[in-house]
């Protein structure tokens, strides 16, 4: 057995419980580990492919650090795989699963191509639970979030693998591209310099910041909510790339939680809507392109418009809107009470179709993820697996009194700060942005809400 094992890494890119490289080592062959710049990763939006080329690159120097290297190579997946085979003699293929159509249909595309001639192992990972796991009594999925949360709580999490430091290298390594030739920021132009200073890149930086998380854990159940403080985990970006397993995140907080940290339960119930989202699109594939719920199809959605581009912008005039479209264009995250007061105000006080939100999100998230997007924005929209669908329109003036009284959030991101310069400096020039203060509401907020509601009993009616 002295051909190696390939390890086709993707959202994977860390050492610690990691199946897919764990199974690898087992083999006992040496460890190739490969990325591939394949048309579906060439195809991802502006700042989760400048992400993932962060990504990428402070893994290969942990990879050099233990004496072994990330093979970079450019083409479809299949083809590329099959290549390094035939020119390493590799024997084996283990790689982690993901869960959305256009990763599934590349991975079956691959096992196919390369289950002749080595044996292709496909793991789970990405993921508390494999997303078809957890299934109700009778087999099928789970529509509302509430049951799924109980089903794997009852269920309960493995724990995570140990962490990996040592790679036996193979004789000899196949050819490399180079990194920065792939160039995955050019479509981030400026802003991605300034998005940088607020990413937090790589393995260990992401069990830093978890460590540091868990000991003001107990601010979390405020800070979910609250958008002035800085509370939440900011771990998303990382389980994005698979910096961090969601696994690790998990025992983090069961850890606390039986310690008796206050807030830890609630943790690890947002940590399970990642879950969910996953198990929803594996269920749903068409999750982030079609209406979850019947019917919708005919909502009178609006399409693209100079309104949403004022959204896109940060410039429709309700401040905390225009703050959070700032934070999203600058930092690359938004806080979640914000991504929802942002996202229903697109859909519902500007009745435009969720589908040109989602877009923008995935657009400039580093921590865009398909299936937690999709929900989401299904979710806010009042399309999607929610109980009190449409009817919830978030008023974002009486949210930011509540979510943001002492107005941090606001001044942070319209006043004269450093935040506020940072998204000067990273939008394009021919943005040319009015001064806050001066900006007329795209819509009055009883106007917006009647119209929306108004639209509903339309289509009910219809
Ligand atoms: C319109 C909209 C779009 C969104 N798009 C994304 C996206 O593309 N990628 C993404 O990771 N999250 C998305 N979210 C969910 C949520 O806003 C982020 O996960 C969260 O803000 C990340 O910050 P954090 O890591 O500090 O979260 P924490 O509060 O520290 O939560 C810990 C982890 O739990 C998970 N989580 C928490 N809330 C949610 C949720 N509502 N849905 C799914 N997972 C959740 C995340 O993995 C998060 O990192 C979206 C929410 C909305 C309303």
Redesign the pocket.
Known sequence: MTGPAILWLRRDLRLSDHPALSAAIASGRPVLPVFVLDPETEALAAAPKWRLGRALEVFAARLEGMGSRLILRRGPAAGVLAEIAEATGAGELHLTRLHDAPSRRRDADVAEALGKRLTVHIHDGHTLHPPEAIRTKTGGAYKVYTPFWNALRQRGVAPPLPTHRDLRAPADWPRSDRLSDWDMGRAMDRGAAVVNEWATVGEEAAALRLRR?ITHLDR?PAG?DGMGARD??????N??YGEIG?RT?WHAGLAALQDGTRGAEI?LR??A??D??HHLLWHVPHLPERNWRDGWERFPWRPDSPEAEAWRRGQTGEPIVDAAMRELFTTG????RA??I??SYLTKHLLTDWRI??RW??ET?I???PA??A???Q??AGCGPDASPFFRIFNPATQAERFDPERRYRDRWLTDTREARAFLSAVPRSWSLAPPARITPLIGLKEGRDRALAALAGMREG
């Open positions: 998380f979390y979910r939440t985990s900011g771990l998303s970006e389980l994005t969601a995140l943790f947002e940590l809507w990642r969910f989202a995250t938004m806080h979640n991504r929802m942002t996202a939100g989602l999100f995935e998230l921590d865009w993820d937690s997007n929900l989401n924005w979710w806010v």
